[in-house]
T-cell receptor
Framework: QKEVEQNSGPLSVPEGAIASLNCTYSDRGSQSFFWYRQYSGKSPELIMFIYSNGDKEDGRFTAQLNKASQYVSLLIRDSQPSDSATYLCAVNMFDSGGSNYKLTFGKGTLLTVNP | DTGVSQNPRHKITKRGQNVTFRCDPISEHNRLYWYRQTLGQGPEFLTY????????KSRLLSDRFSAERPKGSFSTLEIQRTEQGDSAMYLC?????????????FGPGTRLLVL
């Protein structure tokens, strides 16, 4: 069973702090990794993707990937109350037929940023 | 680029009735995915198409569920003889080409309530 694991939270941080969200995945052959943000009652919105080991920064967001440890994380600097949402980790893995890549989601981590 | 659209946005139906949802992907996107999401869970894969070909169906997809993408553009998802357990958000996503660096973009979803 190919899986993506996330801590369900909730993760609570004060405004201005760094929020750290973590994700592990089971398929060592995975090559692309995504973070989606989902506000309550809304659909997921892509915020970051990363393909190579190391860090990738976009504004207040930094994605970190370590393929050897099968671990990907998202850091949110200077957290704002508007960042309060569920963050979904998604990993492209081969589908059950083994011939096509397909996105597999974790269950998401609920982040609350307190003013 | 108008984004992925879904109709209807909300559907209330009685148990045993059939329902059909429509998804219009981003133009030029050749892949289209259907997911189901319940409260507190990440999106759960149902099925996906590359052009008009249905490449995979989840084992979770009972024979009451059927999806089509007849001309490789819009897609429909039909649920026959609905059950209360079918109540969920149904999400559609589309992407361009396939492969490990494929990026999916979601529509707003259709929220189904079965009474």
């Amino acid at each position: 069973q190919k899986e993506v694991e996330q801590n369900s939270g909730p993760l609570s941080v004060p405004e201005g702090a760094i929020a750290s969200l973590n994700c592990t995945y089971s398929d060592r052959g995975s090559q692309s990794f995504f973070w989606y943000r989902q506000y309550s009652g809304k659909s997921p919105e892509l915020i970051m993707f990363i393909y190579s080991n190391g860090d990738k920064e976009d504004g207040r967001f930094t994605a970190q990937l370590n393929k050897a440890s099968q671990y990907v994380s998202l850091l949110i600097r200077d957290s704002q109350p508007s960042d309060s949402a569920t963050y979904l980790c998604a990993v492209n893995m081969f589908d059950s037929g083994g011939s096509n890549y397909k996105l597999t989601f974790g269950k998401g981590t609920l982040l609350t940023v307190n003013p | 680029d108008t984004g992925v659209s879904q109709n209807p946005r909300h559907k209330i139906t009685k148990r045993g009735q059939n329902v059909t949802f429509r998804c219009d992907p981003i133009s030029e996107h050749n892949r289209l995915y259907w997911y189901r999401q319940t409260l507190g869970q990440g999106p759960e894969f149902l099925t996906y198409f590359q052009n008009e070909a249905q490449l995979e169906k989840s084992r979770l997809l009972s024979d009451r569920f059927s999806a089509e993408r007849p001309k490789g553009s819009f897609s429909t998802l039909e649920i026959q003889r609905t059950e209360q357990g079918d109540s969920a958000m149904y999400l559609c996503a589309s992407s361009f080409i396939g492969g490990p660096q494929e990026t999916q973009y979601f529509g707003p979803g259709t929220r189904l309530l079965v009474l």
